[in-house]
Nanobody
Framework: QVQHVESGGDLVQPGGSLTLSCVVSGIIFSDYDMAWFRQAPGKQRELVASIQSDTDTVYLHSVKGRFTISRDNAKSTVYLQMNSLKPEDTAVYFC?????????????WGQGTQVTVSS
């Protein structure tokens, strides 16, 4: 049974930093592309960043230069380092997966982790 367990969300002031983690079980982690999505209240879920390997990453334009996605295949974990946080980054953050060279992300979603940026 596949599981995604996200953690690391918190209340942080504008300009602050957080690192999110997502541990995935039930798959051969290295066979999958991984991604972070987020969903703010009243808005659609959006793709924030994705990673195939450390040299193959894609970012939402509004987070480029502030967020860094990385992965540790030995720990089956994907990370999202978030710096210079803004109030508009407030959302529930989720990780997701898709097999290499497949088009669609999984229909499975974990519980997510809440990030709130506020003074």
């Amino acid at each position: 049974q596949v599981q995604h367990v996200e953690s690391g969300g918190d209340l942080v002031q504008p300009g602050g930093s957080l690192t999110l983690s997502c541990v995935v079980s039930g798959i051969i982690f290295s066979d999958y592309d991984m991604a972070w999505f987020r969903q703010a209240p009243g808005k659609q879920r959006e793709l924030v960043a994705s990673i195939q390997s450390d040299t193959d990453t894609v970012y939402l334009h509004s987070v480029k230069g502030r967020f860094t996605i990385s992965r540790d295949n030995a720990k089956s974990t994907v990370y999202l380092q978030m710096n210079s946080l803004k109030p508009e980054d407030t959302a529930v953050y989720f990780c997701n997966r898709k097999p290499r060279n497949h088009r669609n992300w999984s229909d499975y979603w974990g519980q997510g982790t809440q990030v709130t940026v506020s003074s």
